[in-house]
């Protein structure tokens, strides 16, 4: 059964900074690319960031390009996102999914989320 655990979220003020993790389970991690999505409140679904199986290739919405950064290690099933200068419409809750190829594309399973506020 694939289950994707996130983890990291929390209350941070304008400027800060978190680092999301997310674990993973019941698939070959290594072949698969990873993303992560958010959803405001009131709004959908937004991708925000995507890296590719080995990590070679990384991409970004233009809303996050320089402030965030995605990793993985495969060795720890894991993936991250480092987001700093956060905004406070970086306020979201934050999903990881797991990709159906090896590269950037669709996904298929999505963890619970973890809550991020941005606010002073």
């Known amino acids: 059964e694939v289950q994707l655990v996130e983890s990291g979220g929390g209350l941070v003020q304008p400027g800060g900074s978190l680092k999301l993790s997310c674990i993973a389970f019941g698939f070959t991690f290594d072949n698969a690319a990873m993303s992560w999505r958010r959803q405001a409140p009131g709004k959908g679904l937004e991708w925000v960031s995507t890296?590719?199986?080995?990590?070679?290739?990384?991409y970004y919405a233009e809303s996050v390009k320089g402030r965030f950064t995605i990793s993985r290690d495969n060795a720890k099933n894991t993936l991250y996102l480092q987001m700093n200068s956060l905004k406070s419409e970086d306020t979201a809750v934050y999903y990881c999914?797991?990709?159906?190829?090896?590269?950037?594309?669709?996904?298929?399973?999505w963890g619970q989320g973890t809550q991020v506020t941005v606010s002073s």
């Open positions: 999914a797991k990709g159906t190829n090896r590269d950037f594309g669709t996904a298929d399973y």
């Open positions: 890296i590719n199986w080995n990590g070679g290739g990384t």
